[in-house]
Protein backbone atom coordinates (compact mmCIF):
# COMPACT_ATOMS: atom_id res chain seq x y z
CA UNK A 1 0.00 0.00 0.00
CA UNK A 2 1.67 3.68 -1.35
CA UNK A 3 0.21 7.03 -0.01
CA UNK A 4 0.17 10.20 -1.84
CA UNK A 5 1.63 13.24 0.08
CA UNK A 6 -1.46 15.44 1.17
CA UNK A 7 -1.84 18.82 -0.14
CA UNK A 8 -3.36 21.74 2.25
CA UNK A 9 -4.57 24.17 0.16
CA UNK A 10 -7.99 24.86 2.02
CA UNK A 11 -9.94 25.96 5.77
CA UNK A 12 -12.36 22.80 4.87
CA UNK A 13 -11.77 20.30 2.07
CA UNK A 14 -11.56 16.44 1.67
CA UNK A 15 -8.42 14.54 0.97
CA UNK A 16 -8.23 11.53 -0.55
CA UNK A 17 -5.72 8.65 0.17
CA UNK A 18 -4.84 6.69 -3.35
CA UNK A 19 -4.27 3.06 -3.62
CA UNK A 20 -3.78 0.95 -6.33
CA UNK A 21 -4.73 -2.78 -6.36
CA UNK A 22 -4.29 -4.68 -9.47
CA UNK A 23 -6.01 -2.54 -12.58
CA UNK A 24 -8.18 -0.59 -9.94
CA UNK A 25 -8.43 2.61 -8.10
CA UNK A 26 -9.84 2.82 -4.78
CA UNK A 27 -10.10 6.32 -2.42
CA UNK A 28 -10.84 6.77 0.81
CA UNK A 29 -11.94 9.85 2.42
CA UNK A 30 -10.56 11.97 4.70
CA UNK A 31 -12.56 15.18 6.13
CA UNK A 32 -10.10 17.54 7.95
CA UNK A 33 -11.06 20.54 9.80
CA UNK A 34 -9.26 23.55 10.99
CA UNK A 35 -10.97 25.97 13.84
CA UNK A 36 -9.96 29.58 13.82
CA UNK A 37 -10.92 32.00 16.05
CA UNK A 38 -14.01 33.87 15.06
CA UNK A 39 -14.41 37.64 15.55
CA UNK A 40 -17.67 37.96 17.14
CA UNK A 41 -19.48 41.42 16.28
CA UNK A 42 -22.67 41.67 17.65
CA UNK A 43 -21.50 44.05 20.19
CA UNK A 44 -19.23 45.68 17.45
CA UNK A 45 -20.01 48.55 15.24
CA UNK A 46 -20.77 47.81 11.41
CA UNK A 47 -20.19 50.16 8.47
CA UNK A 48 -17.61 52.72 9.97
CA UNK A 49 -17.76 55.79 6.91
CA UNK A 50 -16.25 58.71 7.25
CA UNK A 51 -15.44 61.89 5.12
CA UNK A 52 -13.53 65.50 5.85
CA UNK A 53 -14.84 68.52 5.34
CA UNK A 54 -13.65 72.08 6.13
CA UNK A 55 -10.74 71.12 9.12
CA UNK A 56 -13.30 68.13 10.51
CA UNK A 57 -14.11 64.83 9.93
CA UNK A 58 -17.38 62.86 10.17
CA UNK A 59 -17.49 59.68 11.26
CA UNK A 60 -20.70 57.53 11.32
CA UNK A 61 -21.56 53.87 12.05
CA UNK A 62 -24.34 51.54 12.63
CA UNK A 63 -25.29 51.28 16.34
CA UNK A 64 -25.26 47.93 18.02
CA UNK A 65 -28.72 47.20 19.85
CA UNK A 66 -27.65 47.75 23.26
CA UNK A 67 -29.18 51.25 23.84
CA UNK A 68 -26.94 51.58 26.76
CA UNK A 69 -23.56 51.42 25.26
CA UNK A 70 -20.70 54.15 24.87
CA UNK A 71 -19.14 54.38 21.65
CA UNK A 72 -14.71 54.99 21.81
CA UNK A 73 -13.66 56.62 19.29
CA UNK A 74 -9.62 56.43 18.50
CA UNK A 75 -7.18 58.00 15.93
CA UNK A 76 -3.91 56.84 14.60
CA UNK A 77 -1.53 57.98 11.92
CA UNK A 78 -1.26 54.82 11.42
CA UNK A 79 -3.91 51.69 10.36
CA UNK A 80 -5.36 50.37 13.16
CA UNK A 81 -5.65 46.14 12.82
CA UNK A 82 -5.79 44.56 16.37
CA UNK A 83 -6.53 45.83 19.50
CA UNK A 84 -3.20 46.46 20.66
CA UNK A 85 -2.81 48.90 18.58
CA UNK A 86 -5.77 51.26 20.76
CA UNK A 87 -2.97 51.64 23.40
CA UNK A 88 -0.38 53.83 21.36
CA UNK A 89 -3.37 55.37 19.32
CA UNK A 90 -5.07 58.79 20.23
CA UNK A 91 -8.11 58.53 22.12
CA UNK A 92 -10.67 61.39 21.24
CA UNK A 93 -13.34 60.59 23.24
CA UNK A 94 -16.66 59.11 23.07
CA UNK A 95 -20.30 59.41 22.51
CA UNK A 96 -23.94 57.91 23.56
CA UNK A 97 -26.80 55.92 21.33
CA UNK A 98 -27.90 59.23 21.35
CA UNK A 99 -25.14 60.63 19.18
CA UNK A 100 -27.03 62.00 15.56
CA UNK A 101 -30.07 63.14 17.64
CA UNK A 102 -30.40 67.13 17.22
CA UNK A 103 -31.44 67.63 20.43
CA UNK A 104 -32.06 71.65 19.91
CA UNK A 105 -34.44 70.89 17.60
CA UNK A 106 -36.17 68.07 19.90
CA UNK A 107 -36.28 70.07 22.85
CA UNK A 108 -37.78 73.02 20.70
CA UNK A 109 -40.36 70.72 18.54
CA UNK A 110 -41.03 68.03 21.07
CA UNK A 111 -40.53 65.46 19.20
CA UNK A 112 -37.33 63.81 17.61
CA UNK A 113 -35.07 64.45 15.05
CA UNK A 114 -31.98 64.26 14.14
CA UNK A 115 -28.52 65.74 12.54
CA UNK A 116 -28.17 66.47 8.53
CA UNK A 117 -24.15 66.44 8.44
CA UNK A 118 -24.10 67.45 4.72
CA UNK A 119 -26.37 70.40 3.89
CA UNK A 120 -27.96 68.73 0.55
CA UNK A 121 -28.11 65.77 2.64
CA UNK A 122 -30.65 64.34 4.58
CA UNK A 123 -31.15 63.75 7.92
CA UNK A 124 -29.40 60.73 10.13
CA UNK A 125 -31.35 58.26 11.72
CA UNK A 126 -31.76 56.47 15.34
CA UNK A 127 -29.53 53.29 14.19
CA UNK A 128 -26.56 55.49 13.00
CA UNK A 129 -23.63 57.32 15.07
CA UNK A 130 -21.93 60.19 15.01
CA UNK A 131 -18.72 61.46 16.09
CA UNK A 132 -17.25 64.50 14.49
CA UNK A 133 -13.82 65.26 15.34
CA UNK A 134 -11.68 68.40 14.68
CA UNK A 135 -7.99 68.44 12.42
CA UNK A 136 -5.52 70.09 15.21
CA UNK A 137 -2.55 69.00 12.68
CA UNK A 138 -1.99 68.04 9.22
CA UNK A 139 -1.28 64.66 7.83
CA UNK A 140 -3.14 61.18 7.01
CA UNK A 141 -5.17 59.65 10.04
CA UNK A 142 -7.35 56.39 10.33
CA UNK A 143 -10.08 56.12 12.83
CA UNK A 144 -11.75 53.18 14.79
CA UNK A 145 -14.75 53.19 16.90
CA UNK A 146 -14.79 50.42 19.82
CA UNK A 147 -18.16 49.82 22.48
CA UNK A 148 -18.62 50.33 26.26
CA UNK A 149 -21.31 48.37 28.08
CA UNK A 150 -21.05 48.60 31.98
CA UNK A 151 -17.77 49.78 32.11
CA UNK A 152 -16.36 46.93 30.21
CA UNK A 153 -14.86 47.85 26.17
CA UNK A 154 -15.37 45.29 24.08
CA UNK A 155 -12.04 45.83 22.26
CA UNK A 156 -12.65 43.96 19.30
CA UNK A 157 -10.79 45.55 16.18
CA UNK A 158 -12.44 44.27 12.77
CA UNK A 159 -11.01 46.39 9.80
CA UNK A 160 -12.90 47.58 7.29
CA UNK A 161 -15.89 46.85 9.93
CA UNK A 162 -15.05 49.26 13.00
CA UNK A 163 -11.37 50.91 11.59
CA UNK A 164 -10.50 52.30 8.97
CA UNK A 165 -9.02 50.84 5.93
CA UNK A 166 -7.96 53.15 4.04
CA UNK A 167 -6.32 57.12 5.61
CA UNK A 168 -8.25 60.11 5.24
CA UNK A 169 -6.27 63.72 4.61
CA UNK A 170 -7.20 66.20 6.82
CA UNK A 171 -5.68 69.80 6.79
CA UNK A 172 -6.59 72.81 9.33
CA UNK A 173 -9.05 74.78 8.23
CA UNK A 174 -11.89 76.94 10.33
CA UNK A 175 -15.20 74.74 10.62
CA UNK A 176 -18.25 75.58 8.40
CA UNK A 177 -21.92 75.74 9.75
CA UNK A 178 -24.05 72.71 8.33
CA UNK A 179 -27.84 73.43 7.13
CA UNK A 180 -30.55 71.69 9.11
CA UNK A 181 -33.99 73.39 7.91
CA UNK A 182 -36.04 76.30 7.25
CA UNK A 183 -38.43 77.42 9.34
CA UNK A 184 -41.48 80.00 9.04
CA UNK A 185 -41.50 82.73 11.83
CA UNK A 186 -44.94 83.83 13.62
CA UNK A 187 -44.98 86.62 11.25
CA UNK A 188 -44.64 84.99 7.74
CA UNK A 189 -40.48 85.10 7.91
CA UNK A 190 -38.55 82.57 6.46
CA UNK A 191 -35.39 82.03 7.80
CA UNK A 192 -32.64 78.78 8.04
CA UNK A 193 -30.87 77.24 10.93
CA UNK A 194 -28.05 75.83 10.63
CA UNK A 195 -25.67 73.43 13.23
CA UNK A 196 -22.06 74.03 13.96
CA UNK A 197 -19.52 70.66 15.43
CA UNK A 198 -17.38 71.91 17.55
Known amino acids: MKYLPLKFQELSFSTFYKKRIGACLFF ?74 DHNLTNADGVV ?18 FVATTLANGNYYYAVTTLINAVENITIAPGINSMSNAISETVAPPMPVFQENRVDNKGKTFSIYSTFI
Open 28 to 101: TSLLILFSFPKIVLSQTVTNLTRFYRSGQVFLTWNNISNSTALYKVYRSTTKIETSGQLTTAEYLGYVNYHSSF
Open 113 to 130: KYQRIDSAGLPLNSSTGL
